[in-house]
């Protein structure tokens, strides 16, 4: 008998699936850098193939097209031709920036949810405590409380006293309100330097993260140049920077207000910026200074740090930027507010607003 004979397992290989697949990786990046204009994506795509021969004679960028639109990513208007990405695509954009950003981390234990407290939470525990007035007939131990009748009155008479009822605790689960504050001012892509399409891809990740696992937090985010303004997460793939100052005042307001009408104990602000505040508004007209700390503007940012210090927001800033007197102003900030702050390259990013909102997650603020 000879037995069973073992090769090297060689696949089908479906070029054209694997040409789809390296030209929507690509797709999918130029759609962010073009805040979400998938016909600029498709002519920069289309350059990109002439230069690096990305496609094959079996399977060019007219196919590649046509599978958008079969696969729902897609559509185009019948009146004019003009494309968009559909909801679809939206989803995508989220569930990868999730994977890229946050996909590489360690598991934690159980997780950041859990709190060392019990209280009223949503999960069944396994310790039991003694029946107290005002808990939930549902979480009655019965195996255990009838037990403890049997034990304490015997089985010929047979009844159920108060003492003997035990109930399951219960795990508290804390439950967070979120602002995400992000830039949008022209510094962001200023010398060539593209900083907002990573702070899109965290806040997308974010965003994911908090509609998958922790359904009953809530996140809004805002954006802020010269003026602040909430947007909607479908929105985050076309966002796209401006010729706006740094109205970082304006920001810290919105946040403040939106979280305000929050009902949850537990509420932080993340601000991802990459430069000074040099705007605020007064009255009906606007103070600007491009050319350095404004005490003005530097004076009204630190005492809205203080306010939100004093209403338990504590403010975690990400400052994609290396200049010395910029972190100095990001120091003081800090310390005034009693938050946290990072220093990061666009690389690090999303690693860092993942670990920071994990630890917030953990304290009754």
């Not at 060689?10 to 979400?36: A, H, M, N, V």
């Not at 934690?108 to 009223?120: I, P």
């Not at 005492?303 to 290396?322: E, K």
Request: glycine residues 8%.
């Amino acid at each position: 008998m000879i037995g069973h004979r073992f090769t090297h397992f060689i696949p089908d290989q479906d070029k054209g699936k694997d040409t789809y697949e390296s030209l929507y990786k690509i797709f999918r990046e130029l759609l962010l850098i073009t805040s979400g204009d998938p016909q600029e994506a498709l002519s920069w795509l289309t350059n990109l193939d002439q230069q690096y021969n990305i496609t094959t004679e079996d399977y060019g960028i007219g196919d590649f097209i046509e599978d958008l639109k079969k696969e729902g990513l897609l559509k185009e208007n019948p009146a004019d031709g003009k494309m968009s990405i559909t909801a679809k695509t939206e989803n995508d954009f989220r569930k990868s920036a999730l994977e890229e950003i946050f996909g590489k981390l360690k598991k934690g234990g159980k997780g950041s949810h859990d709190t060392f407290n019990t209280g009223k939470g949503e999960e069944r525990g396994v310790d039991l405590r003694d029946f107290q007035f005002g808990d939930s007939p549902a979480d009655i131990a019965m195996t255990e409380s009838l037990r403890n009748a049997q034990i304490n009155h015997g089985f010929d008479n047979f009844e159920l006293r108060e003492s003997d009822i035990e109930v399951t605790e219960r795990e508290f689960k804390t439950q967070t309100s979120t602002v995400l504050m992000i830039d949008i001012s022209h510094s962001m892509i200023l010398y060539g330097e593209d900083r907002i399409t990573p702070a899109k891809k965290v806040a997308m990740a974010l965003a994911e993260l908090v509609l998958r696992k922790y359904k009953k937090d809530t996140l809004d985010i805002i954006v802020f140049g010269n003026d602040a303004w909430q947007i909607d997460i479908k929105d985050l793939p076309y966002l796209s920077v401006g010729p706006y100052h740094t109205n970082t005042i304006a920001g810290l307001e919105l946040a403040m207000d939106i979280l305000r009408k929050r009902k949850n104990q537990n509420k932080q602000i993340f601000m991802i910026t990459d430069g000074k505040p040099t705007c605020m508004k007064v009255g009906l007209k606007y103070y600007k200074n491009s050319f350095g700390l404004d005490p003005k503007i530097i004076s009204k940012t630190m005492n809205l740090g203080a306010s939100c210090r004093r209403l338990g927001i504590p403010i975690t800033t990400f400052m994609i930027a290396s200049d010395p007197y910029l972190k100095q102003f990001v120091k003081q900030f800090t310390e005034v507010n009693n938050g946290n702050a990072y220093y990061s390259d666009l690389q690090g990013l999303g690693h860092l607003v993942f670990e920071d909102f994990k630890r917030n997650r953990r304290k009754n603020l």
